[in-house]
C-alpha cells in the first residue's frame, strides 16, 4: 500500500466558524466523489469526462471496501460498457459540471462552494481513508482515458463470463472497423476476419446462460443467428458492431443493471423496470428489421447472379454460333 498522506483540512478558522453550520447534508459518497474530483483537478489537469469521472469512482470504491474494509454505500450499478456510478443518487451540489470545451458533453470538476469544512460531521478516520484512496485511484489511473479504464473494468471485475466474451467481442470489432492508419472506416471484411467473427460469437453463446438471462434469451439467440447471416452476406465491420451494441445496451437496461447493482433507490429500481417491455419490444423490432433486410439483399443478390448468369450463357451461344 502507498505511503499514507496526512490529509490537511480547509476549514475555516475557529473565529470564523463559531455559529456557522455548512448548507449541505453531506454522506461518505459525496466525500469520495469530492475527493476524486480534488485530485483529478489538481494532478491531471485539463477536463475530465463524465465516464471517466464515474470508472474512477468505482473504482476508488472498490479499493476502499476491498483494501480498507470500508462499505461507504456509494450508488452504482452495471452499464453498458461497466460498472457506473449512479450520479442521481447522490447530492449533485458536490459536483460542478459545465459544458465541455473540447467534446461532447460535460466537464467534471468539484464544486466550487463546496470544501472539507461541509464534510465536518463524517468520522474523521473515514474521512482519512476515503482521502486516502482517492489519491491511490487518481495516481493509478488517472491518466487513463475513459476506453481504458472501460476495458480494465471488464478485464478485472466482469459480473459474468458472458460480459467478458461480448466485450472482447466489441473491442474486436472496434479494431477492425477502421484501416490500418485509422483514418477511414473499413467497408470490407476479409475470410480471415469473418472466421474470427465467428468463433467469438461461438465464445458468447456458450457463456450465455439460459437460467441467468431468461427475459432476453430467446431474443439473444435471433440476435445471434442475424448477426452471423450479416457476416456471411458481408456486412462492414462498423455494421455488426452498430448491431451489437443495440443488444448490449437492451441486456443492460433489462438484465445486468438489475443483477449488478448496489444502493440504487426503490423508486429508480421500479422506474426500470417499467422500462423494461418497452426496450425488450424496441430490441424486438429492429432484429427483425435487420434480419428482413439482410434476406432482402440476399434474394437481390441471387437474383443479379441469376441474371448475370444467364447474360453469360447468351453471350457464349453467340460466340459458338460465330
Known amino acids: 500500500m502507498p505511503e499514507r498522506v496526512e490529509r490537511e483540512?480547509?476549514?475555516?478558522?475557529?473565529?470564523?466558524?463559531?455559529?456557522?453550520?455548512?448548507?449541505?447534508?453531506?454522506?461518505?459518497?459525496?466525500y469520495l466523489v469530492y475527493r476524486i474530483l480534488w485530485e483529478l483537478r489538481e494532478n491531471t489537469g485539463g477536463e475530465t469526462g463524465r465516464t471517466k469521472f464515474h470508472k474512477l469512482c468505482i473504482l476508488?470504491?472498490?479499493?476502499?471496501?476491498?483494501?480498507?474494509?470500508?462499505?461507504i454505500g456509494l450508488p452504482q450499478y452495471w452499464y453498458k460498457?461497466?460498472?457506473?456510478?449512479?450520479?442521481?443518487e447522490i447530492d449533485s451540489a458536490v459536483i460542478f459540471n459545465p459544458p465541455s470545451n473540447y467534446r461532447r458533453g460535460y466537464s467534471y470538476y468539484?464544486?466550487?462552494?463546496?470544501?472539507?469544512?461541509?464534510?465536518?460531521?463524517?468520522d474523521e478516520d473515514l474521512k482519512d481513508d476515503i482521502f486516502q484512496v482517492a489519491i491511490e485511484t487518481v495516481e493509478?489511473?488517472?491518466?487513463?482515458?475513459?476506453?481504458?479504464?472501460?476495458?480494465?473494468?471488464?478485464?478485472?471485475?466482469?459480473?459474468h463470463?458472458?460480459?467478458?466474451?461480448?466485450?472482447?467481442?466489441?473491442?474486436?470489432?472496434?479494431?477492425?472497423?477502421?484501416?490500418?492508419?485509422?483514418t477511414t472506416i473499413e467497408h470490407?471484411?476479409?475470410?480471415?476476419?469473418?472466421?474470427?467473427?465467428?468463433?467469438?460469437?461461438d465464445e458468447m453463446l456458450i457463456s450465455f446462460d439460459e437460467n441467468e438471462f431468461e427475459e432476453i434469451y430467446d431474443l439473444y439467440l435471433d440476435w445471434d443467428d442475424t448477426i452471423r447471416l450479416l457476416n456471411d452476406e458481408g456486412s462492414s465491420a462498423r455494421e455488426l458492431l452498430d448491431f451489437?451494441?443495440?443488444?448490449?445496451?437492451?441486456?443492460?437496461?433489462?438484465?445486468?443493471?438489475?443483477?449488478?447493482?448496489?444502493?440504487?433507490?426503490?423508486?429508480?429500481?421500479?422506474?426500470?423496470?417499467?422500462?423494461?417491455?418497452?426496450?425488450?419490444s424496441d430490441l424486438e423490432n429492429k432484429i427483425q428489421r435487420r434480419r428482413s433486410s439482410a434476406l432482402s439483399g440476399r434474394s437481390l443478390c441471387g437474383e443479379l447472379r441469376g441474371v448475370s448468369d444467364a447474360y453469360n450463357e447468351t453471350i457464349s451461344n453467340e460466340l459458338d454460333d460465330l
Do not use: C
Not at 191 to 197: A, L, N, R, V
Open 161 to 182: 463470463r458472458f460480459v467478458t466474451a461480448y466485450g472482447e467481442f466489441r473491442w474486436y470489432l472496434s479494431s477492425i472497423s477502421v484501416d490500418r492508419d485509422q
Open 9 to 30: 483540512s480547509d476549514k475555516k478558522q475557529p473565529s470564523e466558524t463559531a455559529g456557522d453550520t455548512s448548507e449541505f447534508n453531506f454522506g461518505p459518497p459525496e
Open 110 to 122: 468539484p464544486a466550487e462552494q463546496v470544501s472539507e469544512s461541509d464534510f465536518d460531521h463524517l
Open 140 to 159: 493509478e489511473h488517472g491518466e487513463k482515458d475513459y476506453k481504458e479504464l472501460e476495458k480494465y473494468q471488464y478485464e478485472n471485475f466482469p459480473p
Open 81 to 88: 460498457y461497466g460498472k457506473t456510478l449512479a450520479e442521481t
Open 60 to 71: 476508488a470504491d472498490r479499493k476502499l471496501n476491498e483494501e480498507y474494509g470500508r462499505v
Open 244 to 280: 451489437t451494441e443495440t443488444f448490449i445496451e437492451a441486456i443492460a437496461k433489462t438484465v445486468l443493471r438489475f443483477k449488478d447493482q448496489s444502493n440504487i433507490s426503490e423508486d429508480r429500481l421500479k422506474k426500470w423496470e417499467g422500462e423494461k417491455e418497452k426496450v425488450l
Open 188 to 201: 470490407f471484411i476479409d475470410p480471415s476476419q469473418k472466421s474470427t467473427i465467428d468463433e467469438m460469437l
